[in-house]
């Protein structure tokens, strides 16, 4: 079955320094990964996804994410974080196998930058 | 290019009432899913449709949830009668491509119901 986990509720950083919101992934078949961020009061925004292909996938807002096969991770990544970065951001996982056509979210992950 | 639509944006019931929420999607998109978001979680799908027709409806409680999409555009979603754990946010959200799994979904801004 597919599943996604976010081991941080919450990640807390200096605006400036670079961030890290972590994501395991378990799936099936090949696995299809997107984070989206929340801001409050409004619904989820695309950043990236990982489809196939390089494992550094640029996205929205100078995010990126690394995709690690062997460990089953996705992080988001940021080299220099914004007060503005500050949100809920959620992973996301489909795979081609049996389970393809739902998407499954993590818990999310809250993420502060102090200025 | 105008986004999801969703309404009303916020709602408020008292338990047994019914309720009803509407969504427009993006234009030409074909495939259509309901979330429901409980505070402190991720987004759970409720019901996929690819055009009209239901592709995943697994996690939808059907004994009192229901959902359409006639012609293929709008959807509306029913609760009746409505529970004090239904009291969420339901997205809205929609994709271009019918079903694939590597199709990007484009969120509305949600429907946050409470049922006292």
């Known amino acids: 079955a597919q599943s996604v986990a976010q081991p941080e509720d919450q990640v807390n950083v200096a605006e400036g320094n670079p961030l890290t919101v972590k994501c395991t992934y378990s799936?099936?078949?090949?696995?299809?990964l997107f984070w989206y961020v929340q801001y409050p009061n409004r619904g989820l925004q695309f950043l990236l996804k990982?489809?196939?292909?390089?494992?550094l996938v640029k996205g929205s807002y100078g995010f990126e994410a690394e995709f690690n096969k062997s460990q089953t991770s996705f992080h988001l990544k940021k080299p220099s974080a914004l007060v503005s970065d500050s949100a809920l951001y959620f992973c996301?996982?489909?795979?081609?196998?049996?389970?393809?056509?739902?998407?499954?979210f993590g818990a999310g992950t809250r993420l502060f930058v102090k200025a | 290019e105008a986004g999801v639509a969703q309404s009303p944006r916020y709602k408020i019931i008292e338990k047994r009432q019914s309720v009803a929420f509407w969504c427009n999607p993006i234009?030409?998109?074909?495939?259509l899913y309901w979330y429901q978001q409980i505070l402190g979680q991720g987004p759970k799908l409720l019901i996929q449709?690819?055009?009209?027709?239901?592709?995943?409806d697994s996690q939808l409680p059907k004994d009192r949830f229901s959902a359409e999409r006639l012609k293929g555009v709008d959807s509306t979603l029913k609760i009746q009668p409505a529970k004090l754990e239904d009291s969420a946010v339901y997205l809205c959200?929609?994709?271009?491509?019918?079903?694939?799994?590597?199709?990007?979904?484009?969120f509305g801004p949600g429907t946050r119901l409470t049922v006292l």
């Open positions: 449709f690819k055009n009209n027709g239901v592709v995943d």
């Open positions: 234009s030409g998109h074909a495939t």
């Open positions: 799936v099936s078949g090949n696995p299809y």
């Open positions: 996301a996982v489909r795979d081609d196998g049996a389970g393809g056509f739902k998407t499954i």
């Open positions: 959200a929609s994709s271009l491509v019918a079903g694939a799994s590597t199709d990007t979904q484009y």
């Open positions: 990982y489809i196939t292909g390089d494992n």
